[in-house]
């Protein structure tokens, strides 16, 4: 498994917001993208995703095989929303997701204990704290399997023990041969990630 | 796509799914009329057919505004687009329209007998209405989609939607009424123009869905 961005451009309202982006990760690798706000991760991280079309150059995943021909096929997006119904319990949530997005990996309830949230399962999602929702959310990455994990911002409003815990999961991903692309302002923990600075341009 | 189906459902009949608020809206447009016309029955019975639609119609319209903009807002609709290669992004719509229909228009046309009744509509005239009904409703769902689709990002688009579809709707309006009206005026056909509005809503779960899917994979941002 290998995730190739070559010489991306990305456009935000006509504008330019960054040019000539270039990587590749090979499974069990994983790359920070740092940089002042307004400098692109996200567009970045929503151009892999597959939901902003490059203004120019190329994505693709080489080896991902019948089950992942595209990136936006393989990967796990966990952007600024949680993308989670209030209304709906945290279970009804993540069950949901589970059958949707397909390949389902841990069940539900395994999810929510390894995320600490393990009693609160029957609760709805509205009735989370900001931090809660989060976990409900990384719990989102675990109940269905996908090699790349691009990650937004993955740990706003975490507490410091939930960035550890997530640290330790995302190491348990590189560990399996996934691949994580992550814009963050904090250190996250990775040890041997790639780095990407952008700049405001 | 049954998890996407009962997911919606769900939402459409939990607190603050608002699938009610149709069906209050047809019910407060109805109940009004016959009160506005006067006591006069057979002109009741005669515009009756006519009057059921058009409150179904706008009704029906009424909760289109939030079927992907609930889903924008809280980060899910990204997630619909980018499993795009595993469910045909036009499916995943239809699906989204069926529970729109089922949580939302559905009550509607299980009103529209006992309103029929308000109207001093024969019992053909009230039965044919809620079949037409049953038929042609769902058509407007899935011209709604497009229009909802395309006012994605809009966050007062609800307006805007409404006056986007309805033209779209009239040939909807127009078949419906007149196969009501052929089921109890005695020369008017109601086979003919009943088929017509199969055929319409056939047509427009096809197309609606594919032009709701390709807005939102375009329109994006």
Known sequence: MRLIADNLSGERGGEQVFSGVGFALEAGESLIVTGPNGAGKSTLLRILAGLLPPSSGAIGVEGGGEGFPTVSAASHYLGHENAMKTALTVSENLGFWREFLGEPHLECSEALEIVGLGDIGHLPFGYLSTGQRRRASIARLLVSYRPVWLLDEPTAGLDQASEHQFAALMKAHLDDGGIIVAATHQPLGLEGAQTLAMELS | ?221
């Open chain 2, 1 to 221: 796509m049954l998890a996407l189906y009962i997911r919606d459902l769900k939402l459409g009949v939990r607190a603050g799914g608002g699938a009610l608020t149709g069906v209050i809206f047809f019910l407060a447009v109805i109940a009004t009329i016959p009160f506005g016309v006067g006591p006069d029955l057979n002109l009741l019975a005669r515009i009756g057919p006519a009057i059921l639609w058009i409150g179904a119609l706008l009704a029906s319209l009424l909760g289109l505004d939030r079927l992907f903009q609930a889903d924008r807002d809280d980060g899910s609709l990204d997630l619909l687009v980018m499993s795009g290669d595993r469910h045909m992004a036009a499916l995943t719509v239809f699906v989204k329209c069926l529970a729109h229909w089922t949580a939302s228009v559905l009550p509607l046309v299980v009103a529209a007998p006992l309103l029929g009744l308000f109207m001093n509509m024969p019992p053909t005239g009230i039965g044919a209405a809620a079949l037409t009904l049953l038929v042609g409703t769902p058509a407007i769902t899935f011209i709604g989609a497009a229009g909802a689709a395309v006012a994605v990002a809009l966050p007062r688009g609800g307006l805007l939607i409404s006056v986007l579809v309805l033209p779209l709707t009239i040939p909807v309006l127009i078949f419906g009424v007149s196969a009501s009206y052929g089921a109890v005026a005695e020369p008017d056909p109601f086979l003919p123009p009943f088929l017509i509005l199969c055929a319409l809503t056939l047509f427009l779960a096809v197309l609606g869905p594919v032009a709701a899917a390709l807005a939102l994979r375009w329109g994006a941002d």
